[in-house]
């Protein structure tokens, strides 16, 4: 069969085999690539609550302690409430207009966010949160207002 003997095995590398496996290689690592950066770029365009929701699991650590706190704060008007029935409808009027008043600024927020995301607003041009859209729209409108001169 052959002039060497088993235990001395010379192994000869035919180019054709080792130009195919070098080719193979590099379209692996060109996938790999490409892969990689389909994954960068896809991770950018996260959606506006996705990205909150990344946020708030990012800063978990710091919002648990608020979490304990609103807790601690419930059992307090709670047990307000148990020990002077009276306050009890002082005490829900007051908490619905602090509730309301977050919610409009929250949900102003989010209207400037998504606007500065559409690209309708700079960053240079929104000095504070509007609670009122109709406000933000009427100053837009008239023509002493700085928002309209740099939008023109």
């Given amino acids: 069969m052959s002039d060497?003997?088993?235990d001395n095995?010379?192994?000869a590398?035919?180019?054709a085999k080792s130009d195919e496996f070098i080719l193979k290689q590099n379209l692996d690592a060109l996938i790999q690539h490409?892969?990689?950066?389909?994954?960068r770029i896809t991770q950018d365009m996260v959606s506006i609550p996705a990205a909150l929701v990344r946020l708030k699991w990012h800063n978990r650590r710091e919002i648990y302690p608020l979490q304990v706190k609103e807790e601690i704060y419930g059992a307090a008007i709670a047990s307000l409430i148990a020990?002077?029935?009276e306050l009890t409808e002082k005490v829900m009027a007051r908490l619905e207009s602090h509730y309301q008043?977050?919610?409009?600024?929250?949900?102003?927020t989010l209207r400037l966010t998504r606007l500065l995301a559409e690209g309708k607003h700079r960053?240079?041009?929104v000095a504070a949160v509007a609670l009122d859209p109709?406000?933000?729209?009427?100053?837009?409108d008239s023509p002493a207002s700085p928002l309209s001169e740099k939008d023109a």
């Fill in 9 to 11: 095995i010379c192994l």
């Fill in 101 to 108: 008043h977050l919610l409009a600024r929250e949900t102003a």
């Fill in 4 to 6: 060497t003997p088993e």
């Fill in 13 to 15: 590398l035919d180019n």
């Fill in 123 to 125: 960053t240079a041009s």
């Fill in 34 to 39: 490409k892969n990689e950066e389909m994954a």
């Fill in 134 to 140: 109709e406000a933000v729209a009427a100053r837009a």
């Fill in 83 to 85: 020990q002077k029935p």
